[in-house]
């Protein structure tokens, strides 16, 4: 049984969805730095997949250098600050913290990054600027956190960058696809100002890329075109009731509740079907947006869920209510209708005659998202594998070896912060490309 | 992007971090990781005369949970063999040839010293560095620290020195002698180039309780160590103070050490008259990592001043370190508690009603243990500002216009200073003290 009350002002949403890893005050920043104990070779840092120098960055936070910390932090990921606030840093920095040997409290890494990440933006320091321009033109496609990644690092380097956009508003799944309580729709736009400021990125939002006159434009106009396209809208499960309209895909629930706030209403009964990190946010975020009841439904054990921990613990601290080994069957306008499976030696059995329903107002579909493999396979030698997943070489480079890509394109659905290094490290592969240094 | 870059008595060195004289520069291996980590040069771990080390060498101060706070060592100086180590001296200067390598050296005799500055000259040595510091072991032999405390014998040994050295030379003093002037003008009436500050300082850290023996024990007994690490910083800044200022030592290029881990600790020397600074213990902690946080933090520093070079603030805080006797009697300084911040630990009012002025009172209503500054009591000692765990809670306001300025040797000059406790020009003669009740009220 959820516990929030449906949020009916802004004040209201923002209770609910109190932010998760609060900014912290000097005396909080003060006391944590001084914890870090500077390990050489430090698993903080092997952890993450952008190599912060995070001691580094916490002595700097410490000995009052707070402009050098986030110099030192930028330097390394071009979205410091969103994942400073998004990582699941209890998997990644944090999990890796030599304290959780002795059960002593892990540093906690992503709010004092926030803290260093915030002075710089709020104080709008410079930290980068364009490198000088080298007459040379790269088109971006999407601007998520991939896109933005390689544009910046494009234009530190002094290439002409233009980053199109589908949507209204650029940043892609940082300001559409992350649960609210993780990141305000302010600090990502923040985040977004600071960096365009600075390196002068030039976003070409409402401008989809979809046809092969499109993608000939661009392979015209430009010397390299980065595909940072994410993946697409949630995949459909091919079941009876899918179409009826209380059925809704996880991703643009999410979405729906980013853009909306509290105008976002939800019915008295959310079934949500997923085992996955999507579907924990989309199941906090329904009680928190004052649902009397929301079911989480996984076909498969517990155990066997690909959702962090840390996150199923927050759906169910929520009050969300779970039901496993359970395969939905079909949709009805008051319901779902359920079989009872088992996992014998790994293979999902249904149990005949186990059919059961639950009610539901609305069906959220966290089931995995559709690739954009018919707009992928508009471009000329663009392979793709058996899972639509665009593959690339070290160098993040296509088989078109004009197109380089990142993110979840290539990796199918993982965190904004594998998404940043991707960008990072696709910009360095242009590089080389535009140069002829490329070690094929 | 400001330029580190230093010349230091003639010493070229790319940037002002210098490792000390000790065990990190115990070997080319680690001098060598030491410049790729980015450190600008080092002092060789001293050259000298053959030793035998003991085991167990070094002890540390814990301050809570801060590890090496203080530190201290019974260790010599190098026992590695001359022959390899000018060797490694030479292979240094082969990969890194902009960084500045200095050999630490310390024999006895004339002729030592002079075969042994031939030496290291011949391996390529940027400099050398005079060992006159160590208060351990050496110094019973008559070396190291046994030569810093005799400035007479310090200026012999320099003038020896300076006979032959084709290379520029630092003078390292040690800081357990009464009056650093005395040896430092020795060092440089005997024709030092350079000199460095401090050495270690004669310490015992501690006592084991079990075997009543001081740290670090060795087979039940145990000596002074040499004391350093963040604990001595304070130490070296007013010595090194002393020298800047001194007008026959002034134009000597100084090297500051003592107790610097972080790039705050580096500005501080330098604005003192550091024009290079001198490294150990954080390295013996962290590794020659934390070196980068030094630079960046210095770099900031210079960015955000507009500085392009260190010598544009070396020295820059000396002005402002004078006498007592020239501080202005004028200003007036008082605490205020920001409530919102205040975490109510009360520990600056047992501070200042127990340690110092009582100038702070509790309000009496239940429950309430935010604090409430007396004004009238409080002298604006910073005792409150300085135990209060809470950042920017506790600040100390300035309460006079400023117009005014008057010190106690404007006073002395102008015949107009208090003579008798009653004299109304008296300072404490208006000091409040609470009664006898007051200070039994709770007694049982």
Redesign the interface.
Known sequence: MSEYKRPTSEAEFESNFAQKKPLM???EA?FESS?CL?C?DAPCIQACPTGI?IP?FI??IH???L??SA??IFESNWLGNACGKICPTGVLCEGACVYNHQDVPPIQIGRLQNYATNHAMKKNINLFSPGEDNGRKVAIIGSGPAGIACACELRTMGYAVDIYEAKEKPTGLTLYGIAAYKITNEEVLDELEYLKNQLNLNFICNHPIQTEADIAKLEANYDAIFLGVGIGPTASLGMEGEDLPHVVGAVEFIEDVRMKHHEMTVPKKVVVIGGGNTAMDAASQSARLGAETVTLAYRRGKESMGAYGFEYKLAISAGVDSLFNAQPVSIHSNGVRFIKTQATNGKLEYISGSEFDVEADLVIKATGQAKHGSFLNKINNLNLDNKNRIIINDSFQCTNPKYFAGGDAVNGGAEVVNAAYDGKMAAIGIDKFINNTIVQ | MPDLSINFAGIKSPNPFWLASAPPTNSGYQVMKAFDAGWGGAVWKTLGVPIINVSSRYGSVNYR?TRMAGFNNIELITDRPLVDNLKEIEEVKKYFPDHAVIASLMVETKEQWHQIIKDVENAGADGIELNFGCPHGMCERGMGSAVGQEPAVLKTIVEWVMEVAQIPVITKLTPNISHIVDPGLAAVQGGTDALSLINTIKSIVGIDLDTYAPYPVVDGKGTNGGYCGPAVKPIALEMLKNLAQHPDIKSTPISGIGGIE???DVVEFILLGASSVQVCTAVMH??F??V??MQ??L???MR?KGYNNIYDFLGKALPNVTEWKHLNLKHKVVAEIDKD?CVGCDLCYIACDDGAHQAIRIPTENGNRIPEIIEENCVGCNLCSLVC?????ISMVQKDDGSKHLTWAEETDAGNIPTTFNDDRAGGKHHFVPTVQDALKHRK
Not at chain 2, 389 to 393: A, D, M
């Open positions: 005050n000097p005396t003060y914890r500077y050489y120098d580094l002595k700097q000995t009052g250098n402009t050098g110099r030192t | 949970d972080t790039w705050r962290y590794g990592g934390i980068r946080e960046s933090g770099e900031e520093f955000e911040k765990p809470v950042e920017n809670c």
